[in-house]
């Protein structure tokens, strides 16, 4: 990387030629030369960085918006929340020409006045019941709709997905599940029968699979590092939901497919493991070996645990239970 410095320094100094260099002094022309020497000086750290400011591998965005769309059925409706899914999805829409049949709603936007009268034309399949969104109705100085006002007008007419609603708008919980697909949820009704065999089978099959952007290179405040932490938040929702059906259940096969998605996202992490996927990978194995009785779950159970506690801060109320757990299974047996 630094090779670019003793090639810029040797054109700067060939420039500057002794018979040139004498007239400079004499005539005052020296500032000229400091000039181009500056400006070779700046090129050089310019050239320094290349390597570091070069994107050409960078599609984790271009995958991300992907991850949203592809796993969606046919006419579905997406529900997204901010720029970064907007952004990311939209493009994929407009530029490429990629599932332009979904529906996308940017529910930030909605709460515009001017965005619903527009995009009535734009998404004609949609029906919005109201001017405006808002997660409080009633507040709102012009006709509004909640989050659970839109799945209302839609549940008949279209499948819907949405990512992580916003946390002031609890209106949809009354009548709906969102279900983790991959990144996103489905809307259900409540009343809806949704197998667990159908469920898994279709949501991991929408599990993103690209590389994450390495935190070295991409650190917090970055749109990539953004990215990353809402993908693994919402592959965690995914795992939560599939394990604590599993559980129920039984289901030895859910439990590994878990443990599997669970693995493969700390190994992304490395090498600070985020300790919820930790404790629910310890969980999983704890699940396992009560229906296994393996000496190798066993094991796998307690190293999970033991990274936990070296990665759970010391306000995380899990220690103690952690503790008890490892108490348990390393206590001696008579």
């Known amino acids: 990387e630094g ?5 810029a ?12 260099a004498g007239a400079a002094l004499q005539g005052g022309g020296l500032r000229g030369y400091g000039a181009a020497f500056a400006a070779a000086m700046v090129a050089v750290r310019v050239a320094m960085r290349l390597p570091s400011m070069h994107e050409g591998d960078n599609w984790y965005l271009w995958h991300y918006g992907r991850s949203h769309l592809e796993p969606l059925p046919p006419n579905a409706m997406l529900v997204v929340w901010g720029d ?7 493009y994929l829409q407009l ?24 995009q009535r034309s734009n998404l004609p399949r949609v029906h ?3 001017e405006a969104y808002h997660p409080f109705p009633p507040l709102s100085p012009i006709p509004a709709f909640s989050l659970a006002d839109l799945f209302d007008a839609n549940a008949a007419r279209m499948p819907m997905y949405t990512l992580p609603p916003p946390h002031n708008d609890i209106s949809w919980q009354q009548r709906y599940r969102l279900l983790p697909v991959g990144i996103l949820r489905r809307a259900m009704r409540r009343e809806a029968n949704t197998s667990l ?3 898994i089978k279709h949501s991991s099959n929408a599990l ?14 970055t749109w990539e590092a953004r990215m990353k932490e809402e993908a693994h938040s919402n592959i965690y929702a995914y795992v939560h939901d599939l394990l604590t059906e599993a559980a129920r259940n039984s289901d030895q096969e859910s439990i590994k497919h878990a443990v599997q998605v669970l693995e493969s996202t700390i190994r992304q992490q490395t090498p600070h493991p985020d300790p919820n996927f930790v404790f629910h990978l310890g ?8 229906l296994s009785r393996a000496a190798a779950d066993l094991d796998r159970m307690i190293t999970s645990f033991r990274t936990f506690l070296q990665a759970a801060p010391p306000s995380d109320e899990r220690r103690k239970q952690v503790v008890g757990i490892l108490d348990f299974y390393q206590r001696p047996r008579v």
């Not at 420039?15 to 040139?20: A, E, K």
């Not at 970064?84 to 939209?90: A, D, M, P, W, Y």
């Not at 194995?285 to 009560?290: I, M, S, T």
């Open 197 to 199: 065999a159908e469920w």
């Open 84 to 90: 970064l899914q907007q952004f990311s999805v939209r």
């Open 283 to 290: 969980y999983a194995y704890q699940e396992l070996l009560k």
């Open 3 to 7: 090779g670019g410095l003793p090639i």
């Open 208 to 221: 993103p699979t690209f590389p994450m952007p390495n935190a070295s290179r991409y650190g917090v405040g």
């Open 128 to 130: 919005f019941p109201g």
């Open 9 to 20: 320094a040797a054109a700067a100094a060939r420039r500057l030629r002794p018979r040139d």
């Open 95 to 118: 530029c490429e020409g990629y599932r332009t049949d979904v529906s996308v709603i940017d529910l930030a936007m909605a709460s515009y006045h001017w965005y619903v009268p527009n």
